[in-house]
């Protein structure tokens, strides 16, 4: 049996990821470069404002920005899913920047397996970290 071939990108498709590309690394460099202990002008976290109790992905977004920055201790003692989603968004960026450049989709054949292992790695760790919190 042989491999199907790659499936190629139209020209609209590629300046697509491109544009896609754009934003995200954009988006990673203002997490670079914020604050990141205030990276948001306000509270988003609904959860906490209602109960007092953190949130399961409280902290994350102070974790990525700081392991964003390189300094993982701080961002994993702040919410330790936050290296993988650093990492997520890095390879997504280099992923979509790849199909943009390529013509055609990288990684195809993986990339639904390698999603919902990360959804599935970040929620599980979400959650340990969110009970471990609670119960100290």
């Known amino acids: 049996?042989?491999?199907?071939?790659?499936?190629?990108?139209?020209?609209?498709?590629?300046?697509?990821?491109?544009?896609?590309?754009?934003?995200?690394?954009?988006g990673l460099l203002c997490a670079r470069l914020t604050n990141p202990d205030r990276p948001l002008p306000f509270d988003i976290c609904l959860w906490k404002r209602v109960t007092g109790f953190p949130c399961?992905?409280?902290?994350?977004?102070?974790?990525?920005?700081?392991?964003?920055?390189?300094?993982?201790?701080?961002?994993?003692?702040?919410?330790?899913?936050?290296?993988?989603?650093?990492?997520?968004l890095v390879a997504w960026l280099a992923c979509t920047i790849a199909d943009a450049v390529r013509g055609e989709v990288v990684l195809e054949r993986v990339r639904p397996r390698l999603t919902s292992g990360f959804l599935a790695v970040t929620a599980v760790v979400s959650l340990v970290f969110w009970v471990t919190e609670l119960t100290i």
């Open 1 to 26: 049996m042989t491999a199907a071939p790659p499936r190629l990108l139209a020209r609209h498709d590629r300046r697509e990821k491109l544009r896609q590309g754009g934003v995200l690394g954009a």
């Open 56 to 88: 399961p992905t409280c902290g994350l977004t102070r974790a990525v920005c700081y392991a964003l920055r390189g300094e993982w201790s701080t961002s994993v003692h702040l919410h330790p899913a936050g290296l993988v989603v650093a990492a997520a």
